[in-house]
């Protein structure tokens, strides 16, 4: 439904306990805006670290684990990936997205790699699901200032290493992947 300015007018003109009974059920089915609205109001951005180590966490408990096969390793990569989506739409936090991107990138070639490598010839999604992560990273990096550069140039190299050397290395050309960062 479209919000008419008539429409915006008439709940301006609501009484305010009327507008905080209706934005209580409101928020009662969108646990995602409740959420947002904590980090903003009750925790006025104070928690993003913790958050972000929360989130990190998460990461260094799931990386632990053992891959069945290529597909099961994916599905923990992408559910992770969501719990960073999540992250970044209740806090707005751009570079934590990079920085979580990257621990989970890196976390998981690091830990996972012999594994990986000996089930290539069955890992194409694996592989493609990496190269096209690491793309949005550099997409996101590249609208940092390049004095932040510095923090993630170890991440994203050891990551790109990983995928031009051993894990994806005819889909990282095809995606056209620096094979160095900062180029």
Known sequence: MQLTSEFKEAISQLPHKEKDKLLFRLL???????????????????????RREAVAKLIA?????????????MM?????SGDITRHVKYTKDKEGEIQLTLLLLRRYLEEHLDFIMAYLYRADTLQDYLVKRMQVVLQKLSKLHEDLYVEYEADVNYVLQQL????????????????????
């Open 61 to 73: 408990q799931q990386v632990k684990y053992e891959a069945y096969s290529p597909g099961y390793l």
């Open 28 to 50: 009662k089915k969108d646990p995602d805006l409740c959420q947002r609205l904590q980090f903003e109001l009750v925790e006025q951005g104070e928690t993003l670290q913790e």
């Open 164 to 183: 031009h050397q051993k894990v994806a290395p005819i889909q990282a050309q095809k995606a056209k992947l620096p094979r160095e960062w900062p180029s």
């Open 76 to 80: 923990d990569m992408r559910s992770l």
